[in-house]
């Protein structure tokens, strides 16, 4: 089983910064299979990345993926107030799928 | 409008059952894959269940043996039997659309099933 380790396990910035989260993987991720979730308190997750890179539909262009192998990044090039939430990361290439502890971005 | 609607859930005891669904609007809910996404408090996601659109299924080693997914594509509608139930299967129950027949990253999420099992 691929392990998903996500740091910081909280990171706190202010409206207007950039935010940087990490995902790693205990092995490398099959084809670049890693996606990144939105998750905000009494809600489902939302997708942001998939394949590493690719915004899902609907998501503003502030956000993007990167990395390969076992190391994998989401940038938030600009923080919007609405981007305060828990970020997660799955990785889906090898069974069975898993998901990262999170992190939680918080405004100072 | 693509829409998950999970029902289902509930309180119940240890060693009892439950039978979760999640009725399917606005995609063809036969070429896709689903799975079932939990949350315990405070724990991180953890896929129990995937279908993909061939019907080939996966299950955590966690629940194996004791939970089964389903789907019946006459009724767009995903389930899950839940069997010998315990205390740490408590948490929410997602229904989650995979963004292909078998790639499973999930586009759509359900709001979610409560589950909580206790005497």
């Known amino acids: 089983e691929i392990v998903l380790t996500q740091s910081p396990g909280t990171l706190s910035l202010s409206p207007g910064e950039r935010a940087t989260l990490s995902c790693r993987a205990s092995?490398?991720?099959?084809?670049?299979?890693l996606a990144w979730y939105q998750q905000k308190p009494g809600q489902a997750p939302r997708l942001l990345i998939y394949?590493?890179?690719n915004r899902a539909t609907g998501i503003p262009d502030r956000f993007s993926g990167s990395g390969s192998g076992t190391d994998f990044t989401l940038t938030i090039s600009r923080l919007e107030p609405e981007d305060f939430a828990v970020y997660s990361c799955?990785?889906?290439?090898?069974?069975?799928?898993?998901f990262g502890q999170g992190t939680r971005l918080e405004i100072k | 409008e693509v829409q998950l609607l999970e029902s289902g859930g509930g309180l119940v005891q240890p060693g009892g059952s439950l039978r979760l669904s999640c009725a399917a609007s606005?995609?063809?809910?036969?070429?896709?894959?689903m799975s079932w996404v939990r949350q315990a408090p405070g724990k991180r996601l953890e896929r129990v269940s995937t279908?993909?659109?061939?019907?080939?299924?996966f299950y955590a080693d966690s629940v194996k043996g004791r939970f089964t997914v389903s789907r019946d594509n006459s009724k767009n509608t995903l389930y899950l039997q839940m069997n010998s139930l315990r205390a740490e299967d408590t948490a929410v129950y997602y229904c989650?659309?995979?963004?292909?027949?078998?790639?499973?990253?999930?586009?759509?999420w359900g709001q979610g099933a409560l589950v909580t099992v206790s005497s």
């Open positions: 989650a659309k995979c963004i292909a027949s078998s790639l499973c990253p999930y586009d759509k």
């Open positions: 606005g995609f063809t809910f036969s070429n896709y894959g």
């Open positions: 279908i993909h659109a061939s019907d080939k299924i």
């Open positions: 092995q490398s991720v099959i084809s670049s299979y």
């Open positions: 394949d590493t890179s």
């Open positions: 799955q990785q889906y290439g090898s069974a069975p799928i898993t």
